[in-house]
């Protein structure tokens, strides 16, 4: 369904509309705030808004009965996408930039707009190698053997020096 532009005033008697969703001619005039317009006035706009598509109209006798066709969330869309278009270029983030510059919107009502979920997983953590200390809590005893075996070298070279 195509939602075309209204003026001000038809935006100001859709807000009415939107609110008793179906109606009569006489329940507009009854919930229609002060100054209350002329019966002439709004028979007008309840055509223009009928001939636009915002309004269905059904006969039950000599009067019409009216039904909202264009919800208030559909209109709202429209508007939003038609000022997207018409002065950000397309972008949401233009948009969201000058709500929260203006203080139209806090990083604090966004918090629950933008809930991430992120799960972090534990990696695999391998345990430190201490390599040093280890030599030196456990020696090993290759290590040991070698010493001994330069002792017993040693203990050659003095008998053969002997001899």
Same mark, same amino acid.
């Given at each position: 369904?195509?939602?075309?532009?209204?003026?001000?005033? /038809?935006?100001?008697?859709?807000?009415? *509309?939107?609110?008793?969703?179906?109606?009569?001619?006489?329940?507009?005039?009854? %919930?229609?705030? /002060? +100054? =209350?317009?002329?019966?002439?006035?709004?028979?007008?706009?309840?055509?223009?808004?009928?001939?636009?598509?915002?309004?269905?109209?059904?006969?039950?006798?000599?009067?019409?009965?009216?039904?909202?066709?264009?919800?208030?969330?559909?209109?709202?869309?429209?508007?939003?996408? &038609?000022?997207?278009?018409?002065?950000?270029?397309?972008?949401?983030?233009?948009?969201?930039?000058?709500?929260?510059?203006?203080?139209?919107?806090? %990083?604090?009502?966004?918090?629950?707009? *933008?809930?991430? $979920?992120?799960?972090?997983?534990?990696?695999?953590?391998? &345990? +430190?190698?201490?390599?040093?200390?280890?030599?030196?809590?456990?020696?090993?005893?290759? $290590?040991?053997? $070698?010493?001994?075996?330069?002792?017993?070298?040693?203990?050659?070279?003095?008998?053969? =020096?002997?001899?």
């Amino acid at each position: 369904m195509k939602i075309n532009h209204l003026t001000a005033a /038809e935006e100001n008697f859709m807000k009415l *509309f939107w609110k008793m969703e179906s109606f009569y001619l006489k329940d507009v005039m009854e %919930q229609h705030p /002060e +100054p =209350k317009p002329h019966q002439n006035t709004v028979s007008t706009y309840l055509k223009i808004l009928v001939e636009k598509g915002y309004l269905s109209t059904i006969k039950e006798g000599r009067i019409f009965k009216y039904s909202v066709l264009v919800p208030l969330d559909g209109y709202k869309k429209f508007l939003l996408k &038609e000022l997207s278009h018409n002065f950000f270029n397309h972008s949401g983030k233009e948009i969201l930039e000058l709500l929260l510059s203006e203080k139209l919107i806090s %990083q604090e009502d966004m918090k629950g707009y *933008f809930d991430l $979920k992120i799960e972090i997983k534990p990696g695999k953590v391998e &345990e +430190p190698k201490f390599e040093v200390a280890e030599e030196i809590l456990n020696p090993k005893k290759e $290590k040991k053997t $070698k010493g001994k075996e330069k002792d017993k070298d040693k203990d050659k070279k003095k008998k053969k =020096k002997k001899d």
